[in-house]
């Protein structure tokens, strides 16, 4: 087999990205009546553990801006995302509700322009296990949040085990192509992380239905302290 070169590479992450910006583009007038249910105990669960009460958020993949509504008034929230179609419902939410408070633009998850130790809170809400590149956009995340600062991760992330983790293998291909992702697996983020010296797992919460979402709290320490695992 031969190896993937960094411009094949490219060209295949490019490739996922149109492919999702051509799925959010169908999905974008009904994203928020068929998951606004299914996804309130997780954006319940991300605001909690984001214990921003102030303070620069970053929410990567702000898609029609469920969560825009959630924020204290105090924060000061950017949000990113590469469909121009969910950011147009989530600008009509920023301007019925009168959230003067957040800044909208298009950005890539695994390139931001932001200079480093920019934001108190970095939010991925179902968005990581999307990407091309996940690692690249972790490390993204923990270049630009300031040092003490929060990183909040939430998905379908399992570990691969079991019935479920069968029925994803075989999903796999289909949902991949339509932009999706349904193999991202638990070990890949505990690996990311272990590897961060200056990266502490702080939570990892199991979310409705079912238990299916998870939500992870990151902290950005220089001093990190030994977490359990949340396998164990």
């Known amino acids: 087999m031969l190896p993937v070169t960094g411009a094949a590479r490219s060209r295949s992450?490019?490739?996922?990205?149109?492919?999702?910006?051509?799925?959010?583009?169908?999905?974008?007038?009904v994203y928020d009546?068929?998951?606004?249910?299914i996804l309130a105990d997780a954006h319940g669960k991300i605001i909690e553990l984001a214990s921003a009460e102030s303070g620069r958020v970053l929410e990567i993949g702000v898609g029609t801006g469920l969560l825009l509504?959630?924020?204290?008034?105090?924060?000061?929230v950017t949000g990113i995302d590469i469909s121009d179609e969910m950011m147009a419902r989530a600008r009509e939410k920023i301007a019925?509700?009168?959230?003067?408070?957040?800044?909208?633009?298009?950005?890539?998850?695994?390139?931001?322009?932001?200079?480093?130790?920019?934001?108190d809170v970095v939010i991925l809400p179902f968005v990581l296990t999307l990407l091309p590149d996940p690692e690249a956009a972790?490390?993204?995340?923990?270049?630009?949040?300031?040092?003490e600062g929060t990183i909040v991760i939430a998905g379908k992330i399992g570990d691969g085990a079991g019935v479920v983790g069968l029925a994803e293998r075989i999903m796999a291909p289909f949902v991949e192509a339509i932009g999706w992702s349904a193999a991202f697996r638990s070990q890949r983020l505990l690996g990311w992380i272990d590897r961060?010296?200056?990266?502490?797992?702080?939570?990892?919460?199991?979310?409705?239905?079912?238990?299916?979402?998870?939500?992870?709290?990151?902290?950005?320490?220089?001093?990190?302290?030994?977490?359990?695992?949340?396998?164990?």
Request: glycine content about 4%.
């Open 96 to 119: 019925a509700q009168g959230l003067d408070q957040v800044d909208l633009r298009v950005g890539n998850a695994q390139c931001l322009e932001f200079p480093p130790n920019s934001f």
């Open 138 to 147: 972790l490390d993204e995340c923990l270049r630009v949040v300031k040092p």
């Open 13 to 29: 992450q490019d490739n996922l990205i149109e492919r999702q910006r051509r799925a959010y583009r169908i999905w974008a007038p």
């Open 196 to 232: 961060q010296p200056c990266v502490e797992l702080v939570d990892w919460l199991s979310s409705a239905p079912c238990g299916l979402f998870k939500v992870i709290k990151l902290r950005k320490s220089y001093e990190r302290s030994p977490a359990p695992s949340p396998l164990a």
């Open 33 to 37: 009546r068929l998951y606004a249910g």
């Open 69 to 76: 509504p959630k924020y204290s008034r105090k924060c000061h």
